[in-house]
């Protein structure tokens, strides 16, 4: 590696910003039957996508409109009926619920220069021609399935290939987009050039045809650490994956797979630095970080940094930094400072910074700031200061700060430092402010505005002082109380500040019994403190219209001095004494109400 490219991975941090994209759905992997008699081919390709839920996308001029077709297959992958409806002169591959299809009319073939078998080692020297030019054909893949080795031809179309061990017989097979595969078997010192497909053997069952939209490579991660080589091959031999029990890498391209790594998918894989391989169906670990092309099917990967995974994960996924899925995801997620998953999330997903999920939640995020999801939640979110939902929650959040849920429904309980917001919710809200179109259920809080809740003013006179002004929000549930007031005579000038909470019985349309608990602090003119009050009230509220209505109530109010007071609250005349700095009394109070 050079030096470059060493001294860079101590700027890792800076590349975690890399874009995260699709996965894909092994469509071309799903087996139907088609029966059909003289029917037009692009009627014959409408019947598939319908019988496997996928959309072709392919140029008119790929199909030969009037043409009828008649066949009958039973129990056959897709990408094996059309390499038999085009006589295999189209290439396929997968993006985003489409097959593409385009064509592949250009043919190669292997030319052996040099075959040599001693003491068990293998070398095959050749070249890949084009039949019409006859000139080398660069970037060529040529690989075998079996004893996975691998090389990309030079700018003259010429490649050699190394292998060991006793084989009865060798079958090579070169691959290159907009090419048609072509296939060379070696059987000791004999060659065989056959046109076409491998004949059915063994080797057939350790290998599948799947085509794969591979974002691993497009991404930034994997620009960086996959060699253009590996990319390249990855373009011409997208269909190609194969199944090992064991691999190990020092880094990406130089491990027990070469150049094949990316084509493995392993059972068990372990890389000293960091890896590159098309899936896991066990363990894999890794000093740096895990490239992983495919799934991660009920499997463990550790990585020190980052892992990124370009199809499905379920199992277990742990990395030093960051963790990125770009389908979906099942079972536990923990990253030191990020987790991003593309599509649905099932399961719990911790990290220190930031949890991201493009999909549904089922299960719970905690982040030391911040979770986002983008479609519906059912569960919980935790974070330290924002958590964020794009459409329907159902659930419990807590932050240090702010919840948010942007969809139309909201059900459960929010609690946060600060703000809490929704749509239409239903539930309990605890907050500083709670924000709602609409509460079905129960707002704690400094202030509660809701669209469908309490927003009144009240103007009104008690037995102690003569103004007061107070304000009311949240809904007949629970409302949050504040008030002012002030006794403006001169001799007896003081203020009052109190806050409280109150519930409403609603006795009809326009008339309701509220039932409130407040407390009272109260200042003298220069605002010096002369005590606190705990104070109860029970008013009847007539509503006169849609703006104005009348309350009257009853309270009573149990008051006592502040120790530092130099002055004294004149109490009414009434009020009975409890001890020398405590005092209770009956009162009344007579106001309107503005109703916004």
């Known amino acids: 590696m050079s030096f470059i490219r060493a001294l860079a991975w101590s700027f890792l941090p800076i590349l975690f910003t890399a874009n995260l994209l699709y996965g894909q759905n092994r ?59 085009f006589k295999g002169n189209v290439e396929y591959y997968e993006l985003d619920g489409y097959i593409i299809l385009r064509s592949a009319v250009n043919r190669f073939y292997i030319d052996a220069d040099e075959i040599r078998a001693e003491d068990k080692r293998y070398i095959i020297k050749g070249k890949v ?11 060529a893949s040529v690989y075998e399935k079996q004893l996975l080795k691998s090389a990309l031809t030079d700018k003259n179309g010429a490649f050699r290939l190394r292998f060991t061990g006793n084989h009865k017989s060798v079958v090579l097979t070169a691959s290159k987009t907009l090419y048609k595969d072509t296939t060379m078997f070696f059987l000791a010192d004999i060659k065989v050039l056959p046109e076409g497909v491998i004949a059915e053997d063994s080797r057939q069952s350790n290998f599948y045809k799947s085509g794969f939209n591979n974002m691993i490579e497009q991404s930034g991660m994997g620009r960086f650490f996959v060699s253009s080589k590996r990319r390249i091959q990855s373009l011409n031999i997208p269909d190609f994956f194969v199944n090992n029990r064991v691999q190990a890498s020092l880094v990406p391209g130089l491990g027990s797979q070469g150049l ?13 630095l960091g890896g590159y391989s098309a899936g896991v169906t066990g363990f894999e670990s890794a000093g740096l970080f895990n490239l992983t092309k495919n799934d991660i099917d009920k499997s463990f990967q550790l990585a020190g940094l980052f892992n990124q995974v370009g199809g499905h994960v379920s199992g277990m996924q742990t990395a030093g930094i960051l963790n990125t899925v770009y389908d979906g995801f099942q079972g536990l997620q923990l990253a030191g400072i990020t987790n991003q998953v593309k599509k ?4 719990f997903q911790v990290s220190g910074i930031f949890n991201k999920i493009g999909g549904k939640l089922q299960g719970t995020q905690l982040a030391g700031i911040v979770n986002q999801v983008n479609e519906n939640v059912d569960g919980s979110q935790l974070s330290g200061i924002y958590n964020y939902t794009s459409k329907n929650f159902r659930g419990f959040q807590f932050s240090g700060i702010f919840n948010h849920v942007k969809g139309e429904s909201a059900e459960g309980i929010q609690i946060s430092g600060v703000l809490n917001k929704s749509k ?14 609409t ?39 629970l409302y949050t109380i504040w008030e002012v007031g002030a006794n403006w005579k001169d001799k007896e000038r003081f203020y009052m500040l109190n806050v409280g909470l109150g519930h409403d019985f609603l006795l009809g349309k326009k008339t309701l019994l509220s039932a409130e608990f407040v407390h009272v602090m ?34 009573y109010q149990l008051y006592e001095r502040d120790l530092l007071a130099t002055k004294e609250l004149p109490v009414p005349s009434w009020a009975s004494t409890i001890n020398r700095n405590s005092k209770s009394w009956l009162g009344g109070k007579l106001g309107l109400v503005y109703y916004f």
């Open 27 to 85: 469509m071309l992997q799903q087996k139907m039957t088609l029966d059909v008699k003289n029917e037009r081919l692009d009627k014959v390709l409408n019947k598939m996508a319908e019988k496997g839920n996928f959309s072709f996308s392919y140029s008119g001029a790929l199909l030969n409109t009037d043409s009828l077709v008649t066949v009958n297959y039973i129990n056959l992958p897709v990408w094996d009926i059309l390499d038999q409806l």
């Open 129 to 139: 021609l084009d039949v019409k030019t006859g000139l080398g054909v660069k970037n």
């Open 260 to 272: 094949m790594s990316s084509q493995v998918v392993n059972t068990f894989s372990f890389n000293v």
């Open 344 to 347: 649905d999330f099932k399961g």
């Open 424 to 437: 239409n919710f239903k539930g309990f809200q605890f907050g500083l402010i709670n924000l709602a179109d």
């Open 439 to 477: 509460l079905d259920g129960v707002g704690l809080g400094l202030f509660n505005i809701y669209k469908n809740g309490y927003k009144k003013l009240s103007i009104y006179t008690d037995e102690l002082l003569n103004s007061y002004a107070s304000f009311r929000s949240g809904n007949a549930n």
């Open 522 to 555: 109260y200042a003298d003119g220069a605002m010096y403190a002369l005590g606190n009050s705990t104070k109860f009230i029970a008013a009847l509220e007539q509503k006169l219209n849609n703006k104005l209505g009348l309350v009257v109530g009853a309270t």
